[in-house]
């Protein structure tokens, strides 16, 4: 679940910095590799993939500022970093 925070009412707040800021939102997927192909293809700039801890990594930043994150394991070594040649 995700859920805003309350801007009305007893339990209202306001956060102190940028809304979405800190913020990382992780998806495990089955392929990083196709989710960065469509995305990149739809002209959205996304991180260049690369391996850590066993996973293929993507990521990017929504409007709001929060940082979107894909992951998907792989057996490639770590630090590895997608070429568009594999």
């Known amino acids: 679940m995700l859920q805003e925070f309350p801007k009305e009412g007893h339990a209202a ?10 913020v990382t939102i992780c998806f495990q997927c089955e392929d990083v590799l196709a989710i960065y192909r469509e995305v990149t293809g739809r002209g959205i ?3 260049k993939p690369f391996v850590g801890n066993g996973m293929w990594v993507t990521s990017l930043s ?8 894909f992951e998907s394991p792989t057996d490639l070594p770590k630090e590895t970093e997608f070429s568009e040649r594999e």
């Open 45 to 47: 700039k996304v991180s």
């Open 62 to 69: 929504d409007p709001d500022g929060y940082k979107i994150e």
């Open 13 to 22: 707040w306001a956060p102190q910095g940028k809304v979405g800021e800190g």
